[in-house]
């Protein structure tokens, strides 16, 4: 803020502006009276610089030439009347001080001319009035440009953040509503972000508001660069930003914005020897769906970033069933204990194809919950939830043993499948869920064999000599494993290659453009190849189209999963999925 006081000072009204050097003149009179004019004003000691003109046509080329602080118009002139002249100066400059001189005898004229827009009127008679009245008039004029300047900067600022120099939110407001109304008549949707920069109190708080503000300004101008033509940028309120776009093709299309605006804070501003990175976690509404206003939606947003920094994600979309949002954790989960306790969650199975063959070789078992109020709830919602509060092991556990239950139905069924579950390890007592594993793993004594554990890169680097002694001993009893969500995590694939991995699973972020988009082409390329260097299957998850799949084919990849395989369904329903496919040939 004391950025924006500094600056208000440098441009409010000073009351008695100064006079300019040399006043810029422009005499509509003869050569005679011009030459009375000037020596009249520089005897008074008023310095001018002038051009004299005669003709309509010479006043109006003078007009758009130069910048003028005062005319001085000869009242009676043969080829250009004092009211015609003043007309002519009016249109082009109205608030350009107009000082008509007159014959005493016509001064009635003149004065009516004066009411009619000149500034004053002096009689040749008493000419030695003339430079206090040029002296009023300049100074008058100043005063006034002045004001109009300060209007419109008091204007800006009423609209504008001083520290960001971004819009407001009053303008985004507006911006908003807009969008909104024309969102509802065109049937159409748009997106709104809104983000901080993480940790700003203690950037605050370490380095003090000026580096603070530095920050901020940084952040403004990264952003300026990155976000897209037709898109709104404003800065809401201290440290809170967003992003409107008002049209919007896709959801895909918000996530890259979100995914390319987080990439654009990277740049470190460099202050003395630190460089401050900004980091931020985005809330993603849409609209109209997610509100009607522009209130709701900026609060619903607001929501969904809260949400993304609860679960450490880059970025969360609002959940329209509110209630989800506003429910307290501490219910939830509650609700979760005894949802696991009785059974209220469920498994969905999710097939996963031999590019080679086209034969589904596995099924990835992904968890959902059935609310009795609030309906299905997302993993993404629970899985965090459970992570933070110990619930993760039982849910594990609870997942193993169904998923190794469904595995050996398939396979009495003829459908012998590899049975994948997700194992999830943050903030969670790992050591005891490890324990618990093997427990219920040897005492399960038949298909071991049949089951992968998937594990993210983190899960691998909580305590990695611990992680790589638990996986052999999980080896043994005839599990595989596979490394998922690759590439977005930090470790090296030749790292990796000290676990017992058989497989990794491209993230679906880089596969689901890699036919479309050069860069994610090569990366998964480059995992590809890498990962079959080190004796690795890939699989790419995220196939949405034929395209994609023909794409990572032609790469070399080994398998693939994704909707346009086969989305996640019930265990009898894959089931049923399974027998048609036979039936066909295909598998
Ligand atoms: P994940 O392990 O990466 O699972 C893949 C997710 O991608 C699933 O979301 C799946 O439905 C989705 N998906 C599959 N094909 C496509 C596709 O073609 N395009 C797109 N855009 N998405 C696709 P889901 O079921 O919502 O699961 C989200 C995450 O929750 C999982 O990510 C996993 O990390 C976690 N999760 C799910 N079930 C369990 C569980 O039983 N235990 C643990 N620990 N985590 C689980
Ligand atoms: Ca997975
Ligand atoms: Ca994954």
Not at 162 to 184: K, S, V, W
Not at 222 to 251: H, Q
Request: proline share 4%; with cysteine.
């Amino acid at each position: 803020m004391s950025a924006a006081i500094t600056r208000f000072s440098d441009w409010s009204v000073v009351s008695e502006p100064a006079l300019p050097d040399a006043v810029r003149t422009l005499l509509i009179q003869t050569v005679e009276d011009a030459h009375l004019t000037v020596c009249e004003l520089r005897r008074r000691g008023l310095e001018v610089t002038f051009e004299r003109v005669e003709t309509p046509r010479e006043l109006n080329e003078a007009l758009a030439r130069s910048d003028w602080d005062v005319v001085i118009a000869d009242y009676t002139l043969p080829r250009l009347l004092g009211s015609d002249a003043l007309e002519i100066v009016r249109r082009s400059s109205p608030d350009l001080p107009f000082v008509f001189v007159a014959e005493d005898s016509i001064q009635d004229k003149a004065i009516a001319g004066m009411l009619s827009g000149a500034q004053d009127c002096v009689a040749k008679e008493t000419l030695t009035r003339l430079a206090a009245v040029v002296r009023r008039e300049v100074r008058e004029a100043r005063v006034r440009q002045e004001g109009i300047r300060a209007r419109r900067k008091l204007q800006y600022l009423a609209y504008h953040d001083p520290i960001t120099d971004l819009p407001n939110y009053a303008y985004f407001r507006d911006r908003l509503e807009q969008a909104i109304l024309n969102a509802r008549r065109r049937v159409c949707r748009g997106a709104l972000l809104v983000f901080k920069v993480n940790e700003f109190r203690e950037i605050n708080e370490s380095f003090g508001h000026e580096i603070a503000d530095r920050v901020l300004a940084h952040v403004g101008r990264c952003l300026k660069e990155t976000v897209p033509d037709g898109c709104e940028l404003a800065c809401l309120r201290a440290n809170e930003f967003a992003i409107l776009i008002p049209v919007l093709a896709s959801e895909e299309q918000a996530i890259r914005l979100v995914l390319s605006a987080a990439e654009s804070l990277h740049k470190p501003l460099v202050v003395g020897d630190v460089a401050l990175e900004a980091q931020s976690r985005f809330g993603v509404v849409y609209f109209p769906d997610h509100g009607s206003s522009a209130e709701i939606l900026t609060q619903n947003a607001r929501k969904a970033q809260y949400q993304a920094r609860k679960t450490c994600s880059l970025y969360s979309v609002y959940l329209p069933h509110g209630a989800q949002n506003r429910i307290s954790d501490l219910a939830l989960v509650s609700d979760l204990r005894r949802a696991i306790a009785d059974d209220r969650l469920y498994l969905l199975y999710q097939p996963k194809m031999d590019l080679r063959t086209g034969a589904t070789v596995g099924v990835e078992a992904l968890a959902r919950w059935n609310h009795p109020v609030l309906g299905t709830i997302p993993p993404a919602r629970f899985i965090p939830l459970a992570e933070r509060t110990g619930l993760i092991t039982p849910l594990t556990l609870w997942s193993l043993e169904q998923a190794l239950r469904q595995g050996r139905e398939w396979a009495d069924q003829g459908f012998p499948l590899r049975v994948a579950v997700n194992l999830s390890m943050q903030n969670s007592s790992v050591a005891d869920l490890w324990e618990r594993l093997f427990d219920r793993l040897a005492a399960a004594r038949l298909g071991t064999h049949q089951l992968q554990l998937e594990i993210t890169e983190s899960v691998v680097m909580i305590n990695p000599a611990a992680t790589l002694s638990n996986m052999k001993r999980l080896k043994e009893l005839g599990a595989s494993f596979a490394i998922d969500d690759f590439g977005i995590g930090y470790s090296s694939l030749a790292y990796l290659k000290r676990l017992p991995i058989d497989e990794i699973k491209i993230d679906k972020s880089f596969v689901v453009h890699a036919a479309t988009e050069a860069e994610d082409g090569a990366i998964v390329k480059l995992i590809v190849q890498m990962g079959h260097e080190l004796g690795l299957k890939i699989v790419a998850e995220g196939i949405e189209d034929a395209e994609t799949l023909d794409f990572l084919a032609r790469l070399g990849c080994d398998m693939a999963q994704g909707y346009y395989i086969g989305r996640p369904l019930p265990g009898p329903e894959l089931g049923a999925w399974l027998a048609a496919r036979r039936k066909q040939g295909t598998s």
